[in-house]
T-cell receptor
Framework: EAGVAQSPRYKIIEKRQSVAFWCNPI?????LYWYQQILGQGPKLLIQFQNNGVVDDSQLPKDRFSAERLKGVDSTLKIQPAKLEDSAVYLCASSSIRVGNEQFFGPGTRLTVL | GNSVTQMEGPVTLSEEAFLTINCTYTATGYPSLFWYVQYPGEGLQLLLKATKADDKGSNKGFEATYRKETTSFHLEKGSVQVSDSAVYFC??????????????????FGQGTRLTINP
């Protein structure tokens, strides 16, 4: 079974530019999560989708971050405009009630904002 | 709110040494507890979990016991190997019944502990 796929793996941009990340969850997983992992910290949930609906986006900085999962499968996370403090690894995870809601993580996208 | 506190790293040990990484938590309700491991260049992987008090999770020689009275979930291994070098994260997740009230089943992570094992 293929794991969670993310792209790109690395991205370097200048502040005030825009960037987008893509995630393809494990097939059949209804729940998709985006986490932000700043260097030296644990991952922090940004947004959680159940199929194509948002369950929790309480920690998403909505003035600059947006995410969508239009068809309930893959998802994109966008930052516009980026700030220096957005430098982090962005992790995507997916889960299914069929496997006890265990979250499976992708390799992450490392974003550097200069 | 819910939170997890881990012992600060980095931790450096010799091969075959005994490992303990401390983890304590604060949570409403009765959370499930997890240890995740992140090897260099890879994503997070679930190492072990426990879903109720006094449960012991174990995997790959690692184990941790859910201690409700001390709100702890310390990770231990009797004899570490060089291949155990990684970053370890303790995490909690609220129970389904709590989720219905709170609306989401997110993982709350500690800050991570970097472990280096020297041959």
């Amino acid at each position: 079974e293929a794991g969670v796929a993310q792209s790109p793996r690395y991205k370097i941009i200048e502040k005030r530019q825009s960037v987008a990340f893509w995630c393809n969850p494990i097939s059949g997983h209804a729940t998709l999560y985006w986490y932000q992992q700043i260097l030296g910290q644990g991952p922090k949930l940004l947004i959680q989708f159940q199929n194509n609906g948002v369950v929790d986006d309480s920690q998403l900085p909505k003035d600059r971050f947006s995410a969508e999962r239009l068809k309930g499968v893959d998802s994109t996370l966008k930052i516009q405009p980026a700030k220096l403090e957005d430098s982090a690894v962005y992790l995507c995870a997916s889960s299914s009630i069929r496997v006890g809601n265990e979250q499976f993580f992708g390799p992450g996208t490392r974003l550097t904002v200069l | 709110g819910n939170s997890v506190t881990q012992m600060e790293g980095p931790v450096t040990l010799s091969e075959e040494a005994f490992l303990t990484i401390n983890c304590t938590y604060t949570a409403t309700g009765y959370p499930s507890l997890f240890w995740y491991v992140q090897y260099p260049g890879e994503g997070l992987q679930l190492l072990l979990k426990a879903t109720k008090a006094d449960d012991k999770g174990s995997n790959k020689g690692f184990e941790a016991t859910y201690r409700k009275e001390t709100t702890s979930f310390h990770l231990e291994k009797g004899s570490v190997q060089v291949s155990d070098s990684a970053v370890y994260f303790c995490a909690l997740r609220t129970r389904i019944l709590d989720v219905i009230i709170q609306g989401a089943q997110k993982l709350v992570f500690g800050q991570g502990t970097r472990l280096t094992i020297n041959p």
